[in-house]
């Protein structure tokens, strides 16, 4: 192996430390990271750390590029696994991945979706990969086509405008409104699962699953998806 390779491995394996010791922080700590804090857990002084992520902020980014990328990729496998004519089917599936990745996942969970971390903005490349289950949620719809119950309202132009830019300034009635559908939906799904993740369904429902199943009939309904 030569020098250069040695030391991308090394690097590696350093970044790859440091953000499972982070990620335990934020489990017992919230977002509220500190790279002193992280260095200390490793038994190394704050210096060595900041050779691989130069601040908080850089090891939150790292943190949340890895979230979206892992929710994505378990959504994306379990949608695979359904036959494509299975609209219904397809998603269930995928929004049944994100609760299971968000209970398994709490923690990073609430990174991603929970309160903003004071002082802390997302930088750009956090789009992209926030995107992908929205993605795969409009998928299911564009295969539904003109099979899509009609929205009880058509979209407001400002709204259609806002999600044209969206799609890249791509023109299309069903286009935006299949993405105007999806985020109805998001957003109830979001919802369900914030209020599971962090305990505001206690005492209220225990069936959750079963509660969890039955909305997300309703959000496919909502979307226009047909029975």
Request: glycine letters at 8%; proline letters at 6%; aromatic letters at 8%.
């Amino acid at each position: 192996m030569s020098a250069s390779s040695l030391r991308a491995r090394v690097r590696s394996e350093m970044n790859h430390e440091i953000k499972e010791v982070a990620r335990r922080h934020l489990a017992a700590e919230g977002a509220n990271l500190s790279l002193r804090g992280v260095a200390r857990d490793m038994g190394i002084v704050p210096s060595a750390l900041y050779r691989y992520f130069p601040s908080r902020d850089a090891l939150l980014t790292a943190l949340i590029l890895d979230g979206y990328e892992a929710l994505a990729r378990a959504a994306t496998e379990a949608e695979a696994g359904v036959p494509r004519e299975d609209l219904r089917g397809r998603w269930h599936a995928v929004c049944s991945a994100v609760r299971k990745w968000a209970l398994e996942h709490p923690a990073e969970y609430g990174l991603l979706y929970g309160n903003p971390v004071p002082g802390y903005v997302a930088p750009q490349d956090t789009v992209e990969p926030a995107t992908k289950v929205v993605l795969l949620l409009v998928g299911v719809l564009a295969d539904a086509g003109d099979s899509l119950a009609p929205l009880p309202s058509p979209v407001p132009e400002p709204v259609r405008a806002d999600l044209r830019r969206l799609l890249g300034e791509r023109s299309g009635a069903a286009a935006e409104e299949q993405l105007d559908r999806v985020f109805a939906a998001w957003t109830q799904l979001f919802g369900l699962l914030s209020f599971e993740v962090f305990g505001r369904l206690n005492d209220l429902i225990s069936a959750r699953t079963e509660y969890f199943d039955h909305h997300v009939g309703l959000m496919a309904d909502l979307a226009g998806l047909p029975r």
